[in-house]
């Protein structure tokens, strides 16, 4: 029996690679195991075949965009969270229906961890709930 807590794993994807490693870092260094695709196509597949405490998809992608993506995990996954991040500042509604969560890229330096922390359970510092809103 080991005293060490279970490390839950965050799956990012993203076709942008700063993005992926801005979200790492953040996610890694609150002790997360992250887990990174660079498409649509690989991201589905890690999310299929590894146990996930969530996924942070980006919405445009070349191959696929986030709401088709969204739509297909939680289709075979619908136990997964799913927190979407885009350059856009809205998305549609049929989009919202979709994913748990959805973060603008601006606003993603303040509030992509809050809203991770909500999904997953986490406690923040100083704060007495974590509101996932749109």
Known sequence: MSNHPVRKTILCIDDDHSM?????ALLERRGFTVLTAASARQGLQIALACAVAAVIVDYHMPDMNGHEL???IKRLRPQVPIVMVSSDEGIAEQVVNVIDAFVSKNEAPRRLWPVIAGICG?????SKETRITA
């Open 70 to 72: 969204a739509t297909e």
């Open 20 to 24: 992926l490693g801005y979200q790492r």
């Open 122 to 126: 986490e406690n923040i510092p100083g």
